[in-house]
C-alpha cells in the first residue's frame, strides 16, 4: 500500500494495490474509487484532502491480531 499527498494540489492518494485500472468510479465530486477488472479497489483518490482528511497529517498503526 501507498499514500501520496501531493501538496501543490492539495490531492491525497491511496493506493492499495498496484495493478490495472479498469474503472473509475466518481464517490462525489472529490472522491474518486479506482477498481481492477475483478471488481477490486485499487485505490482512493481524495481531492482538498488538508479540509476533507486531516491531509497532510498521517499516523500508522499496525494492531495485532
Known amino acids: 500500500m501507498k499514500v501520496r499527498y501531493f501538496a ?3 490531492t491525497l ?8 485500472v479498469a474503472e473509475t468510479r466518481d464517490l ?4 474518486l474509487l479506482d477498481i481492477d477488472a475483478d471488481g477490486n479497489i485499487c ?3 481524495v481531492e482538498h484532502a488538508s479540509k476533507r ?3 497532510p497529517e498521517f499516523s ?3 494492531v495485532a491480531a
Not at 492518494?13 to 490495472?20: A, L, T
Open 8 to 10: 501543490d494540489t492539495d
Open 13 to 20: 492518494m491511496i493506493e492499495f494495490r498496484d495493478v490495472p
Open 28 to 31: 462525489d465530486e472529490d472522491t
Open 43 to 45: 485505490a482512493i483518490t
Open 53 to 55: 482528511a486531516g491531509a
Open 60 to 62: 500508522y498503526e499496525e
